[in-house]
């Protein structure tokens, strides 16, 4: 926890230090793992995160939140036979499970598939499913940026209303799960053209933000 903690400082580099030290106590601790994997993501380096992600999957492959992220990152990688494989894997349990959607959301975005991923956060929504690992945050992304393209941005702003009606009123109510989600709210209220709305919800989301902000970020 001391090693989660410094990396929300912006300090990866010295969560894996902590990485090492459970390592050393435990060297098949599933929380070594996690915190390798966790550092490696949050430094950028997909390479090194990828052999953790493996041992994580051996120690308990039905992790259906594990192989759908493992589906996304091979995505991303370009490595589209292995999303295919491990989308069939995370499915098998997982299909209707909000990480699980949001990581295949990302995959069909890396795909090139955005109108299927479109139709995938849409159900997801839908559904009501609760946010997990800022499920939310994708899924409204998503029918924000096909708003974009379609021209339907007044039935994106009914999903952010549903959704995340805490940033909406004339005292925006921002934690860590929703800050992201105030910025693309408020691009698309400036799409709308209310500019004022988009200005005050930036300006109360930063004042909450800076205090906090992670050294470095």
Partial sequence: DIGKAEMYLGNSKKNLLYAARIMESDPDSIYGYQTYLQSYLALGHIDLAWPWCVRLMASDPDDYEMLSFVMMASAQLGEFAWAERYKELAFRTGAEKPAVLKYFVQTLDFQG?????????????????????????????????????????????????????????????????????????????????????????????????????????
């Fill in 113 to 217: 598939r955005f109108d299927e991923a479109t139709d995938v956060a849409q159900h997801a929504l839908e559904a009501n499913l609760e946010s997990r690992w800022f499920s939310d945050r994708i899924f409204l992304r998503q029918i924000r940026d096909n708003a974009f393209k379609n021209g339907d941005l007044v039935g994106a702003l009914a999903w952010y209303r549903d959704r995340t009606p805490e940033l909406f009123g004339g005292n925006p109510q921002f934690s860590i799960d929703n800050i992201n989600s105030a910025a693309d709210l408020a691009l698309l209220l400036r799409k709308l053209g209310q500019e004022s709305e988009a200005d005050s919800l930036i300006q109360a989301g930063m004042n909450w933000y800076q205090p906090i902000r992670p050294q470095g970020g």
